[in-house]
């Protein structure tokens, strides 16, 4: 019997496609944003939201993930922007290549600024990159003000933080200040912005931040 | 739920090793899952119990070493296994620490047959 050292990490395969997707999107000029919440803290609607009020200022398109169903990809079709939707088939999160597939079946000289909504979970999305320029997560006051130190790896992963639903606030017993103090401790670099999909509340702030990651992300 | 898949990527890194030593049956797979890695390692066992067969793995038990997690503060160099998901330093209390072992996710290495002498020990 004899030993051979591997030193092969599972998600190598993932990892090299992710690159091969950045570089595609750079190449393009396409700023990417992977986002990603638990089941129905309102991925699309924030969508729904947000890409009216960018109309004009950058060509979005989508690419909406779920285990099952399109009805994600016809809502946001609605908005006649360029969606595709990516049927995981029963797996919990996107990967690179389903990305990578997705890619190709958009028409990437019409978008400048990609929305990859991932699969509603708090786990698995946060361990596989698409490739792209950041990951937003969102976190709605339904949930509960514990969800950072339950799921460290996501809130670790983010680079913003949407807190969503805080027109919620005075029916749910969500603890703001503690919810924001552990998201940090967690990861300092963290970007906080508290908004809702429904009054619109903090949707400005949201909207100036893409503004920023677009401007950062063309710089490189 | 992505151990199947994970597990897929397993079964290959593993089949080309065996294969690139002459494809000799594996005896075991050591694989490393930090603290802070999103598999689960009873999943994992699951998966390896079910997809092995037919593969260079099917006769070889699957060892999984916890990594805990570490981390080295950016500022002052503290490493340190963080409590409670808190990535403050302890040391300087400074934010900018970096993780450096707790995620991994990797096959280390493998035990493969010798056949010539596997087989002389099992005759002896």
């Known amino acids: 019997m004899h030993e051979i050292r591997v030193g092969e990490d599972l998600r190598g395969e993932n990892e090299r496609i992710a690159e091969e997707n950045r570089r595609e999107l750079a190449g393009r000029g396409i700023v990417s944003l992977n986002v990603m919440s638990a089941p129905g803290a309102g991925k699309t609607s924030l969508l729904l939201r947000t890409i009216p009020l960018l109309k004009g200022r950058y060509s979005v398109g989508v690419i909406e993930g779920d285990i099952q169903t399109t009805t994600d990809a016809e809502r946001i079709a609605t908005l006649g922007i360029p969606v595709y939707q990516i049927e995981t088939g029963g797996v919990c999160h996107l990967d690179a290549g389903m990305v990578h597939s997705a890619l190709h079946r958009l028409d990437l000289d019409a978008i400048d600024l990609l929305f990859i909504e991932n699969v509603g979970n708090l786990v698995c999305p946060a361990e596989f990159d698409l490739g792209e320029d950041a990951r937003v997560m969102l976190l709605s006051v339904a949930e509960g003000d514990d969800k950072p130190k339950k799921y460290p790896l996501m809130f670790r992963e983010s680079r913003l933080l949407l807190l969503n639903k805080i027109d919620l606030l005075p029916h749910v017993s969500f603890d703001v200040a503690k919810a924001r103090r552990e998201a940090r401790e967690i990861n300092p670099a963290l970007d906080i912005i508290e908004v809702s999909c429904t009054t619109g509340a903090g949707i400005d702030r949201w909207i100036e931040w893409i503004d920023g990651c677009v401007a950062a992300s063309r710089r490189r | ?124």
């Open chain 2, 1 to 124: 739920m992505h151990e199947v898949s994970l597990m897929e990527n397993l079964l290959a890194i593993v089949e080309k090793a065996a294969a690139d030593q002459g494809g000799s049956p594996v005896n075991l797979v050591h694989l490393r899952i930090g603290e802070m890695a999103g598999v689960n390692a009873d999943a994992l066992r699951f998966a390896f119990e079910i997809m092995r067969k037919g593969t260079a793995a099917e006769g070889a038990e699957l060892e999984i070493e916890r990594v805990p997690l570490r981390v080295r503060c950016r500022r002052c160099g503290a490493e340190e296994h963080p409590r409670d998901f808190v990535f403050i330093c302890g040391g300087c209390g400074g934010s900018d620490v970096e993780i450096i072992g707790g995620r991994e996710m990797e096959v280390d290495y493998i035990l493969v047959r010798d056949d010539a002498t596997d087989a002389e020990a099992a005759d002896a």
